[in-house]
């Protein structure tokens, strides 16, 4: 791996490391070292490292802000890629924001609302990159990010680039049809004019929101996606679980469907407790729970 860090290195301008302990890259702040990581900071720098580590048969993960995100305390056996430089840059147009992968989504939101435009307050607060919300079609308060999505630049597993409408990915609760082996690159989303004074205030009642009611300890958001016409951490409470610790981890006393890192919490013990709630979910309701947050070196 060393002396392909090495020639990874010699072509690519931003980060690259070996033995990089992602506990530092999530917001869990649990996971153990990736073999290799890397930050391209343009798109040649790009298609250079996947060109590379597809060369040389090495597994990789693109990582966005780890927000939703458990990784194994073993780490991960392969190369973790998380985008910079160009990537974190956005620019508007006349009620539309064209954005690279690797911005904060939240901050998107919270630019556009300075700028008194519509249609992503609802994001303010969500933790995590644009590139990972349109994987994931990440929303919240009855509105998601396809919403607002018109096109996506997605570089597929031929690296060859295609720009798709916001029809051709298949959004829908909590998904999308991107591959893991595609990465998106930029999105452009449509927004609408409004008063800033209004978008402002809607932010602001979102954001207060997410601080009453959901915990501050260090966590990787929702835990299960919502199953129809119910919700994973009324169905977890219910089940007696609110509260329930093992190590360092526990069911959040504030929302059932989160699990904190009290301090010292391994990824064995976030395991534990979401095992847990899924089979005393699916004993005492018959629902079967369905994981939000993904899953590295497991």
Not at 80 to 91: I, M, N, S, T
Not at 229 to 247: M, P, T
Request: contains cysteine; hydrophobic residues 40%.
């Amino acid at each position: 791996m060393r002396k392909t860090a090495e020639k990874i290195a010699a072509q690519v301008s931003g980060i690259v490391r070996t033995d990089e302990v992602l506990s530092r890259h999530t917001s869990f702040k649990i996971g153990g070292p990736a073999d290799l990581f890397v930050e391209p900071l343009t798109m040649t720098e790009l298609v250079t490292v996947l060109s590379t580590l597809r060369q040389e048969e090495i597994p990789l993960y693109l990582l966005g802000s780890g927000t939703n995100l458990l990784v194994s305390d073993a780490g991960y056996r392969g190369a973790v890629v998380r985008l910079a430089g160009e990537f974190k840059q956005f620019v508007y147009g006349d009620c539309c924001v064209e954005s690279g992968a690797a911005v904060p989504l939240a901050r998107l939101a919270s630019e556009s609302s300075q700028r008194g435009l519509a249609g992503l307050d609802f994001a303010a607060g969500i933790p995590g990159t644009v590139g990972g919300a349109l994987v994931m079609n990440a929303g919240a308060h009855g509105s998601a990010i396809s919403d607002v999505l018109t096109e996506a630049l997605i570089l597929d597993e031929k690296l060859s680039l295609h720009s798709l409408a916001a029809g051709d990915l298949g959004l829908s609760y909590r998904k999308s049809n991107i591959t893991s082996g595609s990465v998106v690159c930029r999105v452009k989303l449509r927004l609408s004019q409004g008063k800033r004074e209004v978008e402002l205030k809607k932010c602001g009642q979102h954001l207060r929101f997410r601080r009453e009611h959901q915990p501050l300890q260090p966590n990787a958001g929702s835990i299960f996606k919502n199953p129809p016409h119910d919700s994973a951490g009324r169905l977890i409470e219910a089940a007696g679980l609110k509260g329930r610790r093992v190590g360092g981890a526990m069911i959040s006393e504030l929302h059932a469907n989160f699990i904190v890192n009290c301090g010292n919490a391994s990824a064995a013990d976030v395991w534990f407790l979401l095992e847990m709630a899924r089979e005393e979910v699916a004993k005492q309701f018959g629902v079967n729970l369905e994981l939000e947050i993904r899953l590295l070196g497991y």
